[in-house]
């Protein structure tokens, strides 16, 4: 596994098919179980026997041999054939006769050896079903079965989009018909049937859980239909049990179908565990290698005592003890779901040492006291009392001043055995925090964080992706290494939706197949050549080759990782309120120095260059342009106009029916999109020059009218605008359309206030002279200026 579970294309349909008969079980067996309350139920209330009697009513030794009827001598392999002369001629003969009789009557019951046909009737008085019964046979596989279909369904409902996650539900369904139909199976026998299937079948979809989780075996991604096969043997199995269970002329008949279902329902977690430790020591991936043991350790201590205890029912008669059997089963259901739905993974390496510190640090303290006692008793001449308040007191006293030096020497001591000369992940972890304590700038907390990866793994050579505002995608930050890639992602793509809303780390295998989950971004992440992903909550990634001079990311690495990745995020946490308030204060001082601009700007292309300037210094505007917008001619023409960074002088002049631009003009309405191309056939429109791939566009409006468009655009297919960018944009926009307004007006003011001089001078020379030639020189020479 991967840290991402993810389904191929054509197994998607079969998937959905899945997840249907998933759901449809776990619903069947919360009603199966709801039913065998009120069998258990009647049991309780109808006379016992003093024995428990399989579905062919061959008498088990299950039960305690002090109850009445196995106290009578009644012993496998005899059926029971009558009570008081009345035949039992099917399974619920017997439950049906004894509801005829009162607890203390003594019954009469003729058993049949099942293997010699002698017959022989024993009397039994009827008691009730002792307290000890209920609760081994129902209470304890009871609640344990609800606890197992439970944990199926939470896991079925948070990721029952993953055939891992559907399996363990299946899963569950079985352990929870095994568990909760015990008493049925061996009392009231309506319910057996569902219990033959359940065993057999636990078996296969144990060992196809196994083959694909953690990690989907390399073999199935070559012959995915080869999961499938491990059924077959639990389909015959079931097939074989259900036939001879029900054949009631030989009562024995079931023995060895039941015993060979139990050995599968057993092999099968033998290959899961099997495949786990394969996965667990043989992985490169650190990922699976820490939840493979997570699972290693739930399954072992959950079913080593069944299985023990099906490897002995090979030999009939072997007691079943469900108090000693049953409990350590909840162990794996807990493990299983805590790595499918969490993850970040326990620690294992951390907590066995440190366990091995404090155990070195108790022993040290009870010899500590020994000697202590000794020492006492060797100075006064006398035999101290272990317990004696004096003494205890100077321990603890002598203690409180020696225990932390004495935890500080032994941690040190088990450092340098396990870890050798190489810098603890504590400690990496603890100086940086100490260098990231007072930071306030997002380079110092990357350079922390380069030297901590340092410190703890070597020389490892990585990028942290963190969100650029200006830029709107995850940028790289170089660790170790002088150059950034030029890698961007998405904010919406699948590597960023996998990080932040997921939280898990994802370790590309180079001989696997990338999952299809992130196959849109294939291209980006070769380019970046790196195996281990591993989130920085809700700020970006790690992106991290492999490690030289070591044999790949160890679970230990990971783990120190993810702590690491989780202080980075408080620290940037710390560093965003920083820069959010920086980049507001320069929000806010862009807007007024373009609302302040036309106070010491009059010029027209002095204003576009300060309103370009500014907005620059907010968003990533290389290529950007501001068109004016004539009403008369219906036209567009660029006013400013910047492409790659410089600025060029067109004097192109379009009809504003063409291009989004033109769009805006006519509706006044922005318009942001990932495609322009696409964008302009939506609205049936003509692409204007030359067309990016991102493109946001907001209208100029001053007073109800439109003045034009301002435009930035990307020819990146990877940029996108986000919608905080479209809020400052436009409110650069409303800026400028008011500046630009009052430009406007500005102009035709002086230009309305050369009119009335011109006029003015006409007319003083008009009333001066009486020469018309000198009056009509001068007002053709005016209407030429």
């Not at 392999?77 to 009570?83: D, F, K, R, T």
């Not at 092999?267 to 099997?274: F, N």
């Not at 003045?707 to 990877?718: A, C, H, I, R, T």
Request: hydrophobic share 50%.
């Amino acid at each position: 596994m991967t840290g991402v579970e993810t389904v191929p294309p054509d197994r998607h349909r079969w998937l959905i098919v899945q997840r249907l008969f998933a759901g449809i079980l776990l619903i069947g067996a919360a009603v199966v179980l709801l039913f065998a309350a009120l069998l258990a139920r009647h049991a309780a209330h109808t006379p016992f026997p003093g024995l428990f009697t399989e579905p062919t009513l061959v008498v088990n030794s299950i039960g305690d041999p002090a109850w009445n009827g196995y106290a009578a001598g009644l012993r496998i392999p005899e059926q029971l054939v009558a009570v008081d002369d009345r035949p039992l001629e099917d399974t619920g003969a017997l439950m049906r006769a004894l509801t005829g009789y009162h607890i203390g009557d003594t019954v009469t019951l003729r058993a049949r050896h099942a293997e010699t046909g002698v017959e022989r009737e024993v009397q039994v008085q009827l008691t009730s079903l002792p307290r000890t019964a209920v609760r081994d046979f129902f209470l304890a596989p009871y609640f344990l079965a609800w606890f197992y279909l439970l944990a199926g369904a939470w896991v079925f409902l948070v990721r029952g989009h993953e055939e891992a996650g559907l399996l363990f539900a299946c899963f569950c369904v079985c352990v929870a018909l095994i568990t909760g139909l015990i008493l049925d199976l061996y009392t009231t026998h309506r319910l057996f049937l569902l219990w033959v299937i359940a065993i057999p079948m636990t078996g296969s979809i144990a060992a196809h859980l196994g083959l694909v989780f953690p990690q989907e075996a390399r073999i199935l991604l070559h012959y995915p239909a080869l999961r499938y096969l491990v059924y077959l043997p639990g389909l015959a199995l079931a097939m074989a049990g259900l036939k001879t269970t029900l054949d009631w002329t030989s009562p024995i008949a079931y023995f060895g179908p039941w015993i060979w279902g139990r050995a599968w329902g057993g092999g099968g977690i033998l290959v899961m565990v099997g495949l786990t430790v394969h996965r667990r020591y043989l992985s490169r991936s650190p990922i699976v290698q820490a939840q493979g043991r997570t699972v290693l350790w739930g399954a072992l201590l959950s079913f080593t005592p069944i299985i023990v205890w099906i490897v002995l029912a090979f030999q009939t008669g072997f007691p079943f003890d469900p108090l000693l059997i049953l409990p350590p089963l909840a162990i794996f259901p807990v493990s299983i779901a805590y790595v499918l739905l969490r993850y970040r993974l326990p620690d294992i390496d951390w907590a066995l040492r440190h366990g091995l510190i404090y155990a070195l640090l108790t022993l040290l303290m009870a010899g500590t006291y020994s000697l202590f006692l000794f020492l006492l008793g060797w100075l006064f001449r006398a035999t101290i009392r272990p317990d004696s308040p004096l003494v205890l007191g100077g321990f603890v006293l002598l203690a409180a001043l020696l225990l932390n030096p004495a935890r500080l020497a032994i941690q040190r001591a088990v450092d340098r055995i396990l870890l050798g000369k190489r810098v603890t992940y504590e400690e990496a972890l603890t100086e940086f925090s100490r260098a990231v304590m007072v930071t306030v700038k997002p380079e110092e907390v990357t350079a922390a964080l380069a030297q901590a990866l340092k410190a703890a793994l070597g020389s490892v050579e990585g990028l942290l992706f963190l969100f650029d505002e200006r830029k709107g995608r995850y940028v790289p930050s170089p660790l170790g290494k002088e150059e950034a890639s030029r890698v961007t992602f998405r904010r919406d793509g699948p590597l960023a939706r996998l990080m932040l809303q997921r939280g898990s780390p994802v370790f590309l295998h180079p001989d696997r197949p990338l999952p299809p989950a992130l196959a849109p971004e294939r291209a980006l992440l070769n380019r970046l050549d790196a195996l281990l992903y591993v989130p920085v909550p809700d700020h970006g990634w790690l992106a991290l080759p492999a490690p030289r001079g070591k044999r790949g990311f160890q679970t230990a690495d990971l783990h120190f990782l993810q702590t690491l990745a989780a202080q980075m995020a408080t620290a940037l946490e710390q560093v965003r309120l920083i820069s959010d308030l920086e980049r507001r204060v320069r929000e806010l001082e862009a807007l007024r120095l373009i609302a302040q601009s036309v106070s010491y700007a009059v010029e027209l292309d002095d204003l576009l260059e300060l309103i370009y300037t500014q907005a620059g210094r907010i968003l990533d505007i290389t290529n950007f342009y501001i068109a004016l917008h004539d009403p008369e001619t219906q036209t567009l023409r660029f006013a400013f106009y910047v492409e790659d960074g410089e600025r060029r002088y067109l004097d192109d002049v379009w009809p504003d029916t063409e291009g989004l631009s033109g769009v805006i003009v006519r509706s006044g309405r922005p318009i942001i999109t990932d495609d322009y191309l696409a964008e302009c056939r939506r609205h049936g429109v003509r692409p204007g020059g030359k067309p990016g791939k991102a493109w946001m566009g907001m209208p100029l409006i001053s007073r109800d009218q439109v003045l034009g468009v301002m435009n930035v655009s990307s020819f990146d297919p990877d940029v996108t605008y986000t919608e905080e960018q479209a809020q400052v944009f436009q409110a650069i926009a409303d800026q400028a359309a008011g500046i630009l307004d009052k430009a406007r007006l500005y102009q035709m003011m002086q230009k309305r206030a050369l009119q009335l001089e011109t006029l003015n001078e006409v007319g003083g020379v008009i009333t001066s002279t009486l020469e018309l030639d000198a009056v009509l020189d001068l007002i053709m020479q005016k209407a030429i200026d």
